[in-house]
């Protein structure tokens, strides 16, 4: 579809939206039952009407999430049109794009996380059980006025329920495919009536996973298990005032790096008649081999305080987190494709064994009496030890205040004024290790055995201050102005040992290439950095009430995300290894710079046929300068994790969804957004200029039904059926490029991600107090990738399968 008729098709369809209100206005005026859920949002740091709000916002309510059985971030993700989400190198890795802005790994998210009125900074927060919900909204659109640097892409509010002032709780249990259970158990109530409420949850989910490793005795390769225990105390000591105590400890043990690698090399598979060497990302059968079991692991600790504190002629709201986030993985390496470990004893013992033992490699690769080619040839991920290993770390503590000072919801005039800070330290560490065969210490640095390694620490301070003013200029016209200036001050310090040396990669030399010996510099100390980055963000907002039953509303900001540091040496490693070998311009940096962006929206809202459908409707348009992508880097150095600036990409869009409530008990929705999106310039890959922004749907769309039908007073049969849509994706800048790499040409014009649906059904019966629910995820069984990460110079791409049909049974209990 070409971008013009998407805008006239939209533009036309919120026209519609105001002409209906006019109909509406006349049509039959009886009593409004059996309306559409009327939702009151917070996500605008105020409440109002989701009807009222100027902006785009999917809101879930308490009824909606249970029925439709939302546990973790892919569930609602999966029903808001316009956001996706990618979660497959490891389980704090949760990539979400919201309108053509992604989150760019090793870096920051692009939307704000908030839980119960505070912001959560880390990347791996969002990574939980969504388990005592309340509501859930999905804001689209930059908030940076609102929330801040990483609120660029829109806002993910969660609103748990607190406990009240009667004793009660929940138990939920769920058994599924592959060895899959959940449990959780939640309790509360009063501990002073009136005065002291207080809360314990815990929850524990299990998988045994769908893929196995046919080399390591069928053992899995996507397996998970985690569980959590949190805490919380509601303190009111007096009528005006409420103190919202909150603790969470957690821990996740799984699996890491389900991928294989997907070849582009038309050249060689032409020469040497092997068409696995040149092949769709889409049509590659999966198969796992390595020798190094995968290991993920994640510890969350948590702990925040809220206050809120009425002063008669405002609100004041006061909040301090504390956030420790531990993560790290181990899995095979990469470097049996480049041969470097052929002399290393354990490699070619494992080589020699697995050939006589007759072992067969998937196309393109065979094994050989040895693994120097011609007689092997390797991909990475293989079953002897020639890969070595990767070891990855990502330590994030964060500490945050915020303080803010709101006027009452009923004022003609509303405002905020507010400060925040935010302190982080960081370590991000990669390494690869010489496996020899038998187990690997989960360090990022061992005597002997490390060959590289990139291993820094980083500490970042933020200051923030912002307001918001907004104004009811008339019974149905009110206009907002949101400000907010943030700075970020982040240094980075150098962990690498400066007496490391590679026995293979670069024999001698030492085992990170940004450790330079000189004679000004006789240890090759990296010297620390330093960078501050600001940004001033606006927002303007108007809405108009064109009838009680329609909604127009248009607004304007500017979206932020910090710059930072990448782990030093990447520049040093891509200039040596890269750029100098092959000849190319990859212009990689140790330093990457900030995001920001400038967006505009136009939207209608409408409710129909007494309240029995809404309407919504938006155009936008988005100009995101040095956009933060990252790039997985593979060749005779290991590996490297970067991420680097696209200088402009333009986006533009559209999205509409309804709710229609056609009887008391069945109810139809659906929704649909496309992005166009266009890189105009790029300095790293200038031949990427045309392509679309990486990690972007053309479009996503949802449509279904539920039915929860009365069979006696007090029970329903309840029904859900959800399809889900996701178009064709590109995740790398180079899409249909032609590149040099290690082996001759590539070409990754086949390295799209290939259009899916996905069906999932929920059957049950529920009562006041309890449920019991069958379901399936991808009840037709639809094959699709997860995530394709192409690795331009390596010559081929690293994907990762999506998961298959899944059945299951679930059982809920309140008291």
């Known amino acids: 579809m070409r971008k013009s008729d998407l805008l006239q ?30 939702i009151v949002v917070t996500s605008r740091q105020l409440k109002e009407r989701l009807q009222d709000a100027p902006a785009s916002i999917t809101a879930f309510s308490e009824a909606t999430l249970e029925r439709a059985g939302v546990e973790r971030a892919t569930d609602f993700i999966a029903m808001t049109p316009g956001v996706s989400l990618v979660q497959t190198v490891e389980v ?129 390769v996507d397996r998970f298990s985690d569980f959590d225990f949190s805490g919380r105390v509601i303190w009111k000591p007096n009528s005006d005032t409420r103190v919202d105590v909150k603790a969470r400890y957690g821990k996740v043990n799984a699996a890491a790096l389900d991928f294989n690698a997907v070849f582009a090399l038309p050249g060689l598979a032409s020469a040497f008649g092997v068409p696995a060497l040149y092949q769709n990302v889409n049509d590659h059968p999966f198969v796992f081999q390595n020798n190094v079991e995968p290991l993920n692991r994640q510890e969350t600790a948590e702990t925040s305080v809220k206050i809120d504190r009425d002063l008669s002629f405002a609100t004041l709201s006061a909040w301090f987190l504390f956030s420790d986030v531990r993560n790290s993985f181990l899995a095979d390496g990469t470097s049996g494709a480049f041969g470097f470990f052929d002399t290393q004893p354990a490699c070619i013992a494992s080589t020699a064994k697995l050939f006589a033992a007759g072992f067969k490699l998937p196309s393109p690769q065979y094994i050989g009496p040895s693994p120097v080619y011609p007689n092997s040839f390797f991909g990475p991920y293989t079953p002897t030890t020639c890969d070595g290993y990767q070891y990855q770390v990502r330590n994030q503590r964060d500490e945050s205040t915020e303080f803010r000072l709101s006027s009452k919801n009923d004022d003609k005039l509303h405002w905020q004024l507010g400060v925040y800070y935010l302190h982080i330290d960081r370590e991000v560490g990669v390494s690869t290790g010489i496996d020899s065969g038998g187990p690997i210490a989960q360090s990022l640095y061992v005597p002997g055995v490390t060959e590289q390694l990139l291993d820094d620490a980083y500490t970042s301070n933020i200051y923030a201050g912002f307001g918001r003013a907004s104004y009811d200029v008339t019974q149905d016209l009110s206009a ?62 108007v809405t108009w009430k064109v009838t009680p039953e329609v909604t127009a509303y248009a607004n304007w900001g500017i979206g932020f995300k910090a710059g930072g540091f990448n782990s030093t040496g990447s520049a040093a490693t891509v200039n040596s290894f890269i750029n100098g070998y092959l000849g190319t311009h990859v212009a990689i940096s140790d330093e990457y710079k900030k995001e920001w962006s400038s967006a505009f929206e136009i939207g209608a809202k409408a409710k129909l046929w ?102 006696r007073d007090d029970l329903n049969v309840i029904g859900r059926l959800d399809e889900n849509f996701t178009g064709p994706t590109w995740f790398h800048v180079d899409q249909n490029q032609t590149r040099p790499t290690y082996f001759g040409t590539a070409d990754y014009s086949q390295t799209r991600r290939a259009a899916f649906a996905l069906m999932d059904l929920r059957l049950g019966v529920e009562a006041a107090n309890w449920s019991l629910t069958g379901y399936s995820r991808n009840l037709l069984d639809k094959k699709f990738l997860a995530e394709v990460i192409p690795a331009v110079e390596f010559g081929g791409s690293f994907a990762a399968p999506g998961e298959g049909r899944v059945f299951g049974v679930e059982g809920r209990y309140r008291f």
Not at 515 to 528: E, F, K, S, Y
């Open 610 to 711: 007494n309240d029995r459908i809404t309407l919504t409707g938006a155009l936008y348009e988005n100009a995101v300068h040095d956009m933060q992508f990252f790039e997985f880097f593979v060749g005779p150095f290991g590996l490297l994790r970067v991420d680097e600036n696209i200088d402009l990409v333009t986006i533009h869009g559209g999205e509409v969804a309804t709710n229609i409530r056609v009887t008391d008990w069945l109810s139809l929705y659906g929704g649909f957004n496309q992005t166009d999106s266009r890189i105009d310039k790029n300095y790293v890959r200038p031949e990427s200029v045309g392509n679309k922004s990486p990690y972007t749907p053309d479009y996503t769309a949802t449509a279904g039904l539920q039915i929860v039908k009365a069979v």
């Open 480 to 541: 907002s102005l949101a400000f907010r200036y943030d700075q970020e001050n982040r240094s980075v310090h150098n962990l690498v040992p400066l007496d490391a040396v590679s026995q293979y990669i670069t024999p001698g030399q030492p085992i990170n290439p940004g450790i330079v010996r000189t004679a000004a510099n006789p240890t090759g100390a990296i010297p620390d950095k330093s960078a501050s980055f600001d940004q001033p963000e606006p927002k303007i907002d």
């Open 9 to 38: 098709g939209v533009f036309s369809g919120a026209l519609l939206l105001l002409g209906a209100g006019a109909w509406a206005q006349t049509a039959d005026s009886a009593p409004k039952t059996g309306a559409v859920e009327e």
């Open 92 to 220: 704090g890795d949760a990539q979400v794009n919201i309108r053509g802005i992604n989150g760019a790994r090793d870096a920051e998210n692009s939307f704000a996380y908030i839980v119960d009125g505070i912001l959560l900074t880390n990347p791996g927060a969002v990574n939980r059980e969504y388990t005592n919900l309340e509501q859930l909204e999905v804001l689209k659109g930059p908030q940076g006025a609102i929330y801040g640097r990483n609120a660029e892409a829109g806002a993910i509010v969660v609103t748990t329920r607190a406990p009240g002032d009667l004793m009660e709780g929940l138990v939920k249990a769920t058994a599924g495919s592959y060895s899959a259970y959940s449990l959780v158990g939640t309790v509360g109530g009063p501990v002073i009536p009136g005065v002291l409420d207080a809360q314990f949850s815990a929850d524990r989910r299990y998988s045994n996973g769908e893929f196995s490793n046919s080399y390591l005795n069928g053992k899995d």
